[in-house]
């Protein structure tokens, strides 16, 4: 009988520590909206300010994953290939600028150059 009465307390204990751990934290943590309750007014400011900013990139973010979740590709692979390919079009289009900027510096040098030489 004193080995029935061990596993009963043995499962006992063990359902204590599986339901009542989970518990307790989830009794302790404090919600989102205690934790901005406790913000300075100025932190609660700038969070309300930076809330739609946060959550459209985090919508971009879905979107992104579920374009890249459409390929027969893992979503690594297809996030990489996609890094790579904005990486390029940033580049060339900062070359462009960067010419363009080039350019506008040229002929600023040459109308220079030329009212220097031919005073009107």
């Not at 989970?22 to 100025?42: M, Q």
């Not at 985090?58 to 979503?75: A, H, M, Q, T």
Request: charged residues 40%.
């Amino acid at each position: 009988m004193s080995a029935a009465r061990m596993w009963i307390k043995c499962g006992l204990a063990g359902a204590l520590v599986c339901i009542g751990g989970p518990a307790l934290v989830i009794y302790v943590t404090p919600t989102e909206e205690e934790l901005f309750k406790r913000y300075n007014p100025e932190l609660q400011k700038r969070s309300l300010e930076n809330r739609q900013g946060r959550q459209q990139e985090f919508d971009d973010f879905v979107g992104r994953l579920k374009e890249y979740s459409k390929s027969d590709k893992p979503i690594w692979e297809v996030a990489a290939e996609d890094e790579a390919r904005r990486r390029a079009e940033q580049k060339t289009r900062l070359t462009d600028e960067i010419q363009s900027r080039h350019d506008e510096i040229q002929k600023r040098r040459d109308e220079i150059r030329r009212h220097a030489t031919n005073p009107d």
